[in-house]
């Protein structure tokens, strides 16, 4: 099969937002969904301009407004999601709309028993937390093009959001400004310490247990374990597509919450939920054995100390898995003043008002929303008129597959050619071609590596992107650019070009941002040059 790719150009300056938007109380409460369980084992998607390529949405009683899908053939449903969320976003700005995720579950489609495992489904969520009196939810409706039966929305699971059920009666105040580069749910559970724990090795499994990476926070209040077993009849490999890929089982104890419904492994590096209690697993990229076992411990929250400011301690965990757990930072104190929450900008503060309790499920939700595309697909940028001897405006694009693969890797960038430019690398006051990246692969580094600063789309104090020519002008980096490159050079093979981060061994590349610097003796009207772009696919 061939892997369908293109760019995609975001405005250099496209704002990102973090809320905790809410019908009840900022930050409280649950989301409300629509999730489509009319699939039967289908893993990608044909869209077809107009024909079946639209959506009719309804959320939280704003709408119904008609979206219009990205068209092509076996589309990977991951791509699929992330172009419903995009496509929500431009349909409203309501928060009902401008902060509305969709996501993919990978279960076992639709084998009995069915559950909140169990099936092959896109879910769209609504942009805000809370019941609004059992309104706050997902309808997908018949509309023109239908694209309902395509993508298993012709039979839905629809559920409201609800209410706060802890026990909290403060204020919280979700703050910073969000650097990451998709969307993305964190969670808050207040506990003193992490619930959920590191994978190991049940009996010696031909699989190594150091390739298994939990996250999730478990809540349930009486500790258990779980053990998850791979069976490789069907393959022993990730990536093959479904009916050829390992499957997992698990069962657990003492807390019953077992599954020998399989659900197969699709993808590498995709978390995937174990339960219903919050636990979820994904996989490096590596060959199981049949029967291969782990074991993962889940230990129920507690809280030694209640007091909002200064006392109570809290975890998170993420969908893209930015947690507490993965940075190695462990408990955070609450305070009335903001406190980190993931690692790219935002903050959590608690008013000192009544407790926080583990034992009272105190959890609470923050809506992140990531830059929207300028252009796409984009095969041409231009940079405008530039003066000799000045930089241009900055551009910015990430790189993806669309269909035909399902993992991509060794992902670098370069200059083809100089095109009609006729003074770079000349000795002579040469033009220069300026690069810079970082992303979800290889985020800027901030301050450290448990810092609140390791952006991946770089913000300024209102949530904009902020990348000047002047911080790719050099092969060395700000803190808030994982790379940059003065000047580009001409390569003919990968060996010698730029390395761009790729998220979680996805399909979408690190962000890419370009700028040209006209040499002083460079003439001419109109030059153009040739980008390239390099990269592994399976």
Request: a negative charge; hydrophobic letters at 30%; aromatic letters at 10%.
């Amino acid at each position: 099969m061939v892997a369908v790719s293109r760019f995609v150009e975001f405005s250099v300056t496209a704002q990102t937002f973090a809320t905790g938007a809410s019908t009840d109380s900022p930050a409280q409460g649950t989301y409300g969904f629509s999730r489509g369980t009319g699939l039967s084992g289908a893993d990608t998607f044909t869209i077809t301009k107009d024909s079946n390529d639209q959506l009719q949405v309804n959320i939280n009683g704003v709408g119904p407004e008609t979206i219009t899908l990205t068209s092509g053939t076996d589309l990977d449903p991951r791509f699929v999601a992330r172009d419903i969320e995009f496509r929500l976003h431009e349909a409203n700005s309501a928060d009902a709309f401008k902060f509305a995720q969709c996501k993919w579950r990978n279960g076992n489609w639709g084998i009995s028993p069915k559950g909140p495992n169990s099936e092959n489904s896109f879910i769209i969520y609504t942009g805000q937390l809370g019941s609004n009196g059992g309104a706050n939810d997902v309808n997908v409706s018949a509309g023109g093009n239908d694209a309902r039966a395509t993508l298993g929305f012709d039979t839905v699971n629809e559920q409201a959001g609800a209410d706060f059920a802890g026990g909290y009666t403060g204020t919280v105040t979700v703050s910073g400004n969000y650097g990451g580069q998709f969307d993305d749910q964190y969670m808050i559970q207040i506990s003193d310490h992490e619930t959920v724990f590191d994978a190991t090795a049940n009996g010696s499994p031909t699989y190594s247990a150091s390739n298994v990476t939990t996250g999730g926070l478990y809540t349930n209040s009486t500790d258990t374990t779980y053990t998850i077993t791979i069976d490789t009849t069907n393959g022993s490999t990730m990536g093959a597509g479904n009916d050829n890929v390992p499957q997992m089982t698990w069962t657990s104890s003492p807390v019953s919450d077992s599954s020998a419904s399989p659900i197969e492994l699709l993808y590498p590096d995709h978390f995937y939920d174990v339960g219903t209690n919050g636990l979820r697993v994904k996989f490096a990229d590596a060959v199981f054995g049949n029967n291969d076992q782990f074991d993962v411990v889940c230990s129920g929250a507690t809280t030694a100390n209640n007091d909002p400011d200064g006392g109570a301690k809290y975890i998170f965990d993420s969908y893209h898995g930015d947690s507490s757990k993965a940075l190695g930072i462990g408990a955070t104190t609450t305070q009335q003043t903001g406190t980190q929450v993931g690692s790219r900008g935002v903050t959590v503060a608690f008013e000192d008002t009544g407790t926080l309790d583990a034992a009272n499920s105190d959890i609470f939700f923050i809506t992140c929303r990531g830059p929207q595309p300028l252009t796409e697909p984009v095969t041409q940028l231009n940079f405008g008129n530039v003066t000799v001897s000045t930089n241009s405006p900055v551009k910015a694009v990430w790189f993806e597959i669309i269909g035909g693969a399902v993992s991509m890797s060794t992902v670098k960038f370069s200059l083809q050619s100089d095109g009609t430019f006729q003074h770079h690398d000349q000795g002579d006051n040469d033009t220069e071609f300026r690069f810079g990246t970082a992303g979800a692969g290889n985020s800027a580094p901030g301050s450290g590596p448990t810092s609140n600063s390791q952006e991946e789309f770089p913000v300024d104090s209102s949530g904009q992107g902020r990348i000047l020519a002047t911080d790719i002008d050099s092969d060395t980096p700000p803190n808030y650019l994982f790379a940059t490159k003065q000047d580009l050079a001409v390569v003919s093979s990968a060996d010698n070009a730029e390395s761009i981060g790729n998220f979680q061994g996805g399909l979408v590349s690190d962000f890419i941002w370009l700028a040209i610097k006209l040499g002083a003796n460079e003439t001419g009207a109109n030059s153009n040059i040739n980008y390239r772009m390099f990269f592994d696919f399976s």
